[in-house]
């Protein structure tokens, strides 16, 4: 990898959850200094080991706290993590994606402008591009992250801000706790407890942690010297499957059987059958672990509650 980021010292949101957490892991060991921002809710549990190394700003929730975290933090570039993932969201829900996941990012870009800070990496979603569309959000999540790079466009058109987009897609590893489908896939095999599930037609693109982490690292490298003011990026294994083939793949990687029952379940409302984004790679970025691989390498043996 070249690691061609002169400054190396970064500023992560999202540092809690699970692709945030692997990124912070991955700076320390290429010797960044790592700041990160949590809310008063933050869960640093994924982070115990990590800790004492990285340094810990605890937002307020105000703007003008923002400015005073990045004004402390004074990081030469910030990767954009932070976001509140619903796939349907409930009535009652809508002040937490609006909070998490426009006032939170536009409190953020705001304090660069104001402190200096010239460099983001933002997080974008393949679900901003329902039927490959160029903008056609499949739920609210995917509209408020839109809307969020619809308010970056003023920022890096009116300031002097350089921002990349990384337009990820399903994600998957060691330590993955979230109720996601390769962590039931290995709770059904070890419990043997049924899974029910839709008809399985569905293309699923599913990218290793540690390659979605490699392509943060060179939109990092890149963003310094791009022409635009603002990049945008797929991160895609470059090989969707099927719903049915992943769990083939999967039983011959892990060497179990997942006791799967297809077709119980609906599709959800508005299904990704085959999911696109029309933006290149990251340059000089390829995915590196094949599905076999990183499931022959999860190797989670114990049952889990979600």
């Known amino acids: 990898m070249n690691n061609s980021l002169t400054t190396k010292r970064a500023l992560v949101t999202g540092a809690s959850g699970y692709i945030g957490s692997n990124l912070v892991r991955h700076l320390l060991g290429l010797g960044w200094d790592v700041h990160i921002i949590t809310r008063t809710d933050s869960n640093l549990k994924i982070l115990d080991s990590e800790v004492d190394a990285i340094t810990v700003h605890q937002h307020d929730g105000t703007s003008r706290d923002m400015v005073e975290i990045l004004s402390k933090a004074k990081p030469e570039?910030?990767?954009?993590?932070?976001?509140?993932?619903?796939?349907?969201?409930?009535?009652?829900?809508?002040?937490?994606?609006?909070?998490?996941?426009?006032?939170?990012s536009t409190q953020l870009v705001e304090a660069m402008t104001v402190t200096?800070?010239?460099?983001?990496?933002?997080?974008?979603?393949?679900?901003?591009?329902y039927n490959n569309e160029d903008y056609r959000p499949v739920n609210l999540y995917a509209a408020t992250k839109q809307a969020f790079e619809d308010i970056l466009a003023y920022?890096?058109?009116a300031h002097d801000l350089t921002a990349t987009t990384l337009y990820l897609f399903d994600t998957y590893g060691p330590g993955d706790n979230r109720a996601k489908l390769i962590p039931l896939l290995w709770n059904a095999a070890v419990t043997q407890k049924s899974l029910s599930m839709s008809p399985g037609e569905q293309m699923i693109d599913l990218v290793h942690a540690n390659d979605v982490v490699d392509a943060f690292v060179a939109a990092a490298n890149c963003v310094q010297s791009q022409v635009s003011k603002h990049t945008r990026y797929s991160v895609s294994?470059?090989?969707?499957?099927?719903?049915?083939?992943?769990?083939?793949?999967?039983?011959?990687?892990?060497?179990?059987?997942?006791?799967v029952v297809f077709g119980v379940r609906p599709y959800r409302p508005r299904e990704v059958m085959c999911p696109q984004v029309n933006y290149p790679p990251v340059p000089g970025w390829k995915p590196k672990i094949s599905f076999h691989s990183g499931i022959r390498d999860?190797?989670?043996?114990?049952?889990?509650?979600?």
């Open 77 to 104: 570039i910030i990767f954009h993590l932070a976001s509140l993932f619903l796939a349907q969201h409930r009535t009652e829900e809508i002040e937490a994606l609006i909070s998490s996941n426009l006032l939170f």
């Open 116 to 129: 200096g800070a010239k460099y983001l990496v933002n997080t974008g979603t393949s679900w901003q591009h």
């Open 155 to 157: 920022y890096v058109d």
């Open 237 to 259: 294994s470059g090989a969707p499957m099927k719903l049915r083939e992943i769990i083939k793949s999967f039983d011959n990687a892990s060497g179990l059987s997942v006791p």
């Open 298 to 306: 999860y190797n989670i043996r114990e049952p889990r509650d979600f």
